[in-house]
């Protein structure tokens, strides 16, 4: 049998719960995955972008005041800021093209309730997620994102929950279970 992307574990046949909000089958796109990571990156980092900002500040007030003109400190920051940028693009592009990770991108079926998250690839087999393992939750404007570690995330857009319903009811669960504000 193949991996599962983290703590996932293959179960056979888990019992269908009648309650519980089933998605239509869909899988994540990977330029989706890629500009997911990117806004965790930035969300995660935002604080180091005070760095260049105090040298080019630092850099300013040096050639005002006469002490010490340099020209190439503007350069070098930029270089370098769309260098760390495009480092993260890479490798988070990277792992879309990895065979390891394939199954980050493929088509899954989630029965969601307030026990656990079943990601099904046939009625026969999937993965088991416990709710502890969602670190937080939050809604995207045209989906739900669940996230469970570094770079690590569900996401479920609202199109592929069958009924307003759902959505309410997932709304309910995420809310008692503190993910959700």
């Known amino acids: 049998m193949a991996k ?4 996932q574990q293959r179960v056979q046949q888990a019992p269908s719960n009648p ?8 899988s994540l796109e990977k330029n989706k995955y ?3 990571c990117m806004r965790q990156l930035f969300s995660n980092q935002w ?4 760095l260049p900002l105090a040298l080019i500040v630092g850099n300013v007030a040096l050639n005002l005041t006469s002490v010490y003109k340099n020209y190439w400190i503007y350069i070098f920051i930029v270089v370098g800021v769309i260098g760390y940028v495009l480092f993260w693009l890479i490798q988070f ?3 879309t093209q990895l065979a390891q990770y394939k199954q980050l991108f493929d088509k899954y079926r989630y029965e969601i309730d307030s026990r656990q998250i079943f990601m099904k690839i046939s009625d026969k087999e999937g ?3 416990k709710w502890d393992m969602i670190t937080s939750a939050y809604k995207d404007k045209d989906a739900y994102v669940f996230t469970m570690g570094k770079y690590q995330f569900i996401h479920l857009p609202f199109n592929v929950l069958t009924s307003d319903n759902d959505r309410k009811l997932l709304d309910k669960i995420l809310r008692d279970k503190g993910l959700l504000s």
């Open 47 to 50: 604080k180091w972008s005070f």
């Open 34 to 36: 890629i500009g997911l």
């Open 127 to 129: 993965g088991m997620i």
């Open 93 to 95: 592009t990277g792992i």
């Open 19 to 26: 309650l519980a909000i089933k998605t239509k089958k869909f």
């Open 4 to 7: 599962m992307y983290g703590a």
